[in-house]
């Protein structure tokens, strides 16, 4: 996707998720994919980070996250749906000024995602649209991602959620994610970490096929692995879900 393209999404998504609030019975149904948080959390969790990540998107190449001050979200609907959109106004103008090839500090240094507000926006675009399916699931009108979302959605995830330099405790492994007649992603995982590439048709421990909204849901814990068709040794995958790298 261009940075362009990004952009537009996560303004998108970003007005689907206030609709779902703004339609909302009430804003202290629980969240069934976040069972801690009601969707009142939702909104506040979405808007304080989004606030904090347009001052670090804005403040360009840093040794840190910026600190900035949230003033806190108000509890009445309206007032919290006005502060949610200056929260999203916040980090779409940070972007928009910065451009894509700016750096900026981010968490996945040593991922395969470059460290730039392009990456962010990438990964910001995903953040929104997976909590917009945790609202609409709230409400009980869960929906797909759309699928030019979806599908950058796995790319996005296993280049910068994934991929590592930390060391692959197991014996060296692979791993193979497709769209049944679309695209494909190689996870190879060794002492050198993890790194994504594009299949040749090697051979592989395991192989997952399902829906681009599939394969992301299931990457963010929202639907069960399961729902994957897996082909291979599962004990792959077992283990690199519960791998927690340094």
Same mark, same amino acid.
């Not at 009430?26 to 980070?49: A, I």
């Not at 060296?172 to 048709?201: C, F, H, K, M, N």
């Given at each position: 996707?261009?940075?362009?393209?990004?952009l537009r999404l996560l303004?998108?998504?970003?007005?689907?998720?206030?609709? %779902?609030?703004?339609?909302? @019975?009430?804003?202290? %149904?629980?969240?069934?994919?976040? @069972?801690?948080?009601? +969707?009142?959390?939702l909104v506040v969790h979405l808007g304080?980070?989004?606030?904090?990540? =347009?001052?670090?998107?804005?403040?360009?190449?840093?040794?840190?996250?910026?600190? %900035?001050?949230?003033?806190? &979200?108000?509890?009445?609907?309206?007032? !919290?749906?006005?502060?949610?959109?200056?929260?999203?106004?916040?980090?779409?103008?940070? !972007?928009? *000024? *910065?451009?894509?090839?700016?750096?900026?500090?981010?968490?996945?240094?040593?991922? /395969?995602?470059?460290?730039?507000?392009?990456?962010?926006?990438?990964?910001?675009?995903? /953040?929104?649209?997976?909590?917009?399916?945790?609202?609409? +699931? &709230?409400?009980?009108?869960? /929906?797909?991602?759309?699928?030019?979302?979806?599908?950058?959605?796995?790319?996005?995830?296993?280049?910068?959620?994934?991929?590592?330099?930390?060391?692959?405790?197991?014996?060296?492994?692979?791993?193979?994610? $497709?769209?049944?007649? #679309?695209?494909?992603?190689?996870?190879?995982?060794?002492?050198?970490? &993890? $790194?994504?590439?594009?299949? /040749? #048709?090697? @051979?592989?421990?395991?192989? #997952?096929?399902?829906?681009?909204?599939?394969? %992301?849901?299931?990457?963010? #814990?929202?639907?069960?692995?399961?729902?994957?068709?897996?082909?291979?040794?599962?004990?792959?995958?077992?283990? !690199?879900?519960?791998?927690?790298? =340094?």
């Amino acid at each position: 996707m261009t940075f362009d393209d990004l952009l537009r999404l996560l303004g998108e998504r970003a007005g689907v998720f206030r609709a %779902v609030v703004a339609a909302a @019975p009430s804003l202290d %149904v629980t969240v069934p994919s976040c @069972p801690e948080w009601t +969707l009142f959390d939702l909104v506040v969790h979405l808007g304080e980070g989004r606030r904090r990540w =347009a001052a670090t998107v804005a403040a360009g190449p840093a040794d840190g996250p910026a600190e %900035v001050d949230v003033p806190p &979200a108000p509890r009445e609907r309206d007032a !919290l749906l006005a502060w949610y959109d200056e929260s999203v106004r916040q980090l779409l103008d940070a !972007l928009r *000024a *910065a451009g894509p090839d700016r750096g900026c500090w981010t968490w996945w240094s040593t991922s /395969q995602s470059p460290e730039t507000a392009g990456a962010v926006a990438r990964h910001q675009l995903q /953040q929104m649209a997976v909590h917009t399916y945790d609202a609409q +699931l &709230a409400v009980g009108d869960a /929906q797909p991602l759309p699928d030019d979302v979806a599908r950058d959605g796995v790319d996005e995830f296993l280049r910068t959620c994934v991929a590592t330099a930390s060391p692959w405790p197991h014996e060296p492994a692979t791993l193979e994610y $497709r769209i049944p007649g #679309g695209d494909a992603w190689r996870l190879e995982l060794s002492a050198a970490g &993890a $790194r994504v590439s594009t299949p /040749q #048709g090697e @051979p592989v421990d395991l192989r #997952g096929l399902g829906t681009a909204n599939e394969l %992301v849901m299931s990457f963010y #814990g929202r639907i069960p692995l399961e729902t994957l068709t897996l082909e291979g040794d599962r004990r792959v995958l077992d283990r !690199l879900v519960a791998w927690e790298p =340094a």
